[in-house]
Structures are given as structure tokens and as C-alpha cells.
């Protein structure tokens, strides 16, 4: 199986702050990688798609980057809403595989 | 608009068993695999298994593989999943999801809203 490890776990930042997070897959998966935000209580959304292309509906602040085993999903300038879980996902291979998640909360 | 509705959740004793339903509605649903995804209370977000859009190809697992069965009805649009030998570990909310292609891989997209599912004595 594809093992994805995200970088932090947790991450506190301020409304404005510009954020990074980091996932890695264990072997590599190309840019078959997803990015999703998920909100308390909420089913997770789907906000970046093949590493890179971001999803339709989704603000422009949101960013991601990467191949190989190194990826990276980058909100510009944090916004209230912005304050949830994120999930990396591979799509390389069956079984489909997802970081551990990463919280993002209020400094 | 493109919905999922999970519905057949709740609680049962360790050894039981349990049928997930979910009712597609604003798309094709025969054109498109189906996932079934869980989250642990508190736990990030495991995969359990997908099927095919017209249901003759499955995948499992290793967690589920030979007590979870996944099935569709696309005359109902629907998706299940049964449950059988159940764990306190299968503890968790259910998403269905569907698998949507955009540019050259699959993605999760949208999800329902989930299902509770408790095993405990």
C-alpha cells in the first residue's frame, strides 16, 4: 500500500497568515495526489485535484504543488473560514490511501 | 444538485451485522464507481472499498475484506454496503462518495453527509 504522511499534524496561524502544508507518499504516485478541507462535522470537500488544478468553486488562495513524493497544498492569506482539517489522498493505486490529516486552527 | 443520502447506520453488538444504504440523486449514478470512506471518532479518514458503475468490479480493505460486501441497485440509484462479522473497530462515520475523473485521475467528490455506525456490547 502507498503510505502518505502529512506535515503538521497540527498548525496554529492567524487570519491573514499564509500557511503550508506539507504531504509525502511513500512510493512515488506521480501527481496522482487530492487535496480535501473537512469541517467539524462536515464531510470532507474536494479542493485540489492532479496535485495541482484547483477545483471548481474554490478560492484562488488555496494552491497546491508537487510530484513524485513531495507535495504541497499553500493558503495565501488565511481566512475564518479556512480554519478546518486538511487531507491528502493518493489516487495512484488501489487501496486508496490518506495522510493522517493536518488541523489547522486559530493562533 | 449533485446529492448522496447514507441512511442505515446504528448501534450493534460486536459480532452483528448492518446494511448502509445510499440514494444518489442530480447525476448519472450508473455512470460512475462508488466509494465507501470512514472516519473513526476523532480519526482521520480510511478507505473501504469501491465498486465498479456496473457493479462487476469490487475492492476491499484489508480491515474489511471478508465481513464487508459492496453493492449497487442503478435501476434505484443506490449504493450499499453490508456489514457482517462487525468490531468495535468498525466504530466509525460512513461516507459514500462517488469517484469522479477530472484531467487523468479519480477523486472523491461529492460525499454525503455520513452515517454513524456504533459496535459496542
Known amino acids: 500500500d502507498i503510505q502518505m504522511t502529512q506535515s503538521p499534524s497540527s498548525l496554529s496561524a492567524s487570519v491573514g497568515d499564509r500557511v503550508t502544508i506539507t504531504c509525502r507518499a511513500s512510493?512515488?504516485?506521480?501527481?496522482?495526489l487530492n487535496w480535501y478541507q473537512q469541517k467539524p462535522g462536515k464531510a470532507p470537500k474536494l479542493l485540489i485535484y492532479?496535485?495541482?488544478s484547483l477545483q471548481s468553486g474554490v478560492p484562488s488562495r488555496f494552491s497546491g504543488s508537487g510530484s513524485g513524493t513531495d507535495f504541497t497544498l499553500t493558503i495565501s492569506s488565511l481566512q475564518p473560514e479556512d480554519f478546518a482539517t486538511y487531507y491528502c489522498?493518493?489516487?495512484?493505486?488501489?487501496?486508496?490511501?490518506f495522510g493522517q490529516g493536518t488541523n489547522l486552527d486559530i493562533k | 444538485q449533485v446529492q448522496l443520502v447514507e441512511s442505515g447506520g446504528g448501534l450493534v453488538k460486536p459480532g452483528g451485522s448492518l446494511r448502509l444504504s445510499c440514494t444518489a440523486s442530480g447525476f448519472n449514478f450508473s455512470d460512475y464507481y462508488m466509494s465507501w470512506i470512514r472516519q473513526a471518532p476523532g480519526k482521520g479518514l480510511e478507505w473501504v472499498s469501491y465498486?465498479?458503475?456496473?457493479?462487476?468490479?469490487?475492492y476491499y480493505a484489508d480491515s474489511v475484506k471478508g465481513r464487508f460486501t459492496i453493492s449497487r441497485d442503478n435501476t434505484k440509484n443506490s449504493l450499499y454496503l453490508q456489514m457482517n462479522s462487525l468490531r468495535a473497530e468498525d466504530t466509525a462515520l460512513y461516507y459514500c462518495?462517488?469517484?469522479?475523473?477530472?484531467?487523468?485521475?479519480?477523486?472523491?467528490?461529492?460525499w454525503g453527509q455520513g452515517i454513524l455506525v456504533t459496535v459496542s456490547a
Open positions: 512510493p512515488s504516485i506521480g501527481s496522482y
Open positions: 489522498q493518493q489516487s495512484y493505486s488501489t487501496p486508496r490511501t
Open positions: 462518495a462517488r469517484e469522479t475523473v477530472l484531467s487523468f485521475l479519480e477523486c472523491f467528490d461529492p
Open positions: 492532479a496535485a495541482s
Open positions: 465498486i465498479s458503475s456496473r457493479g462487476e468490479i469490487t
